[in-house]
C-alpha cells in the first residue's frame, strides 16, 4: 500500500511497522526479542513530542535500533548458557519476501548465522547499511558513533560477511529443485539416496536448547555423518513422520511433522547443485513464529 492510499490519520509506527520488526528481527534473530525490542519502542514513541520530528520513519529506526542493541547485550549473555548450537528463530515468510532477493538473503538462516559473528554495532551497522540503505549519518546517530567511525565499521563487517556468506549466489529457482529432491528422498525413506542431494562437505546444525531427546549437540560434518545420524534417528521413532514444503525465511525449507504436529523446521543453504547446510530448529520455544506469516518489509 502506498503512503497516498494510507489513510491520514495512521500512525508512523503503524505504517512502519514491518520494516521496524525486520530491522529488529535481522539485529536479534528472535522474533520474540523483536516484538520485545517494537513494544519498548512504541512506549517510547508514544511518550514523544512529535512536533520536531522531521522524518517519523528514520526517527522509529533510530529508536528500534536503540532498544535492539541493548537486547542484543542481554541476549549475547543468555546464548553462553544455551545448551548446544544456538540458531536464529525462524519465520514462515510470505512470496514477496521470497522476490525481494535482497530481503529474502538477508534475512535466511544461513545469514543470520554469519550474522551472529558479528559484535553488536557491527551487525547494526551492516543491517542497516546493506539492507536498509540507510545513510551513514542516520546509522552514526543510531549507534551513537560518528559517522567516519561508521564507515569504517561498515566496511569492516561487509568483509567479515562476505568470507563467510555463501561463495555461490544461487537463484530461488535451483535452491526450490535441490529442496524438493531432498523432501521427496526423505519421504521416500531411502535416506541413503540423501548422497545425491547432499555435498560431500554438508554441514548440519541442531537447534533443541537441550529439549529434544536424541538431537544432535554438535555440528555433524561430512554428507556420510549427516546421513547415518538421519538413519538412526529415524529407527528410534515409533511413528511415521512426513516432510512438507515450509517456506522459511524467504526460501523453501521442509517442516519435520509427527501426527500433524511440527517438530523441526529446516532450512537449506544450496551450491553447485547440492545441499551444503543444513539449518534445523527443534527447539520448540522457537517454532511459534511458524504459527503465522511474518510482517518482514524492508
Known sequence: ???????????????????????????????????DVLQESWLRWSAEDRGDVLDPRAYLVRIVTRQALNQLRTASRRREEYVGPWLPEPL??????ADDVV??????????????????TERAVFVLREVFDVPFDEIAEAVGKTSA????????????????????????????????????????GDVQSLMDVLAPDVVSVTDS??????AARRPLHGAERVVAFLQGSIAKLDTAFAVVPLRVNGMLGA?????????????F??????????????????????????PLAR
Open 1 to 35: 500500500m502506498s503512503d497516498l492510499s494510507r489513510p491520514a490519520t495512521e500512525d508512523p509506527f503503524v505504517t512502519h511497522r514491518g520494516l521496524l520488526f525486520t530491522v529488529a528481527y535481522e539485529m536479534l534473530g528472535s522474533a520474540a526479542d523483536a516484538e
Open 92 to 97: 514462515r515468510t510470505t512470496q514477496d519476501v
Open 103 to 120: 530481503l529474502a538473503e538477508s534475512v535466511s538462516l544461513a545469514m543470520l548465522t554469519v550474522l551472529e559473528t558479528l559484535g553488536p
Open 149 to 188: 567511525a561508521v564507515r569504517q565499521i561498515a566496511h569492516r563487517a561487509r568483509d567479515h560477511v562476505a568470507a563467510r556468506r555463501p561463495r555461490i549466489a544461487v537463484d530461488a529457482s535451483e535452491h526450490d529443485r535441490v529442496v524438493e529432491r531432498f523432501i521427496a528422498v526423505m519421504n521416500s
Open 209 to 214: 536448547g537441550g529439549l529434544v531427546r536424541h
Open 255 to 267: 517442516g519435520i511433522q509427527i501426527g500433524g504436529a511440527l517438530l523441526a523446521a529446516v532450512s
Open 269 to 294: 543453504a544450496v551450491e553447485d547443485g547440492r545441499i551444503t547446510r543444513v539449518f534445523s530448529v527443534a527447539n520448540p520455544e522457537k517454532l511459534s513464529g511458524l504459527d503465522a506469516e511474518a
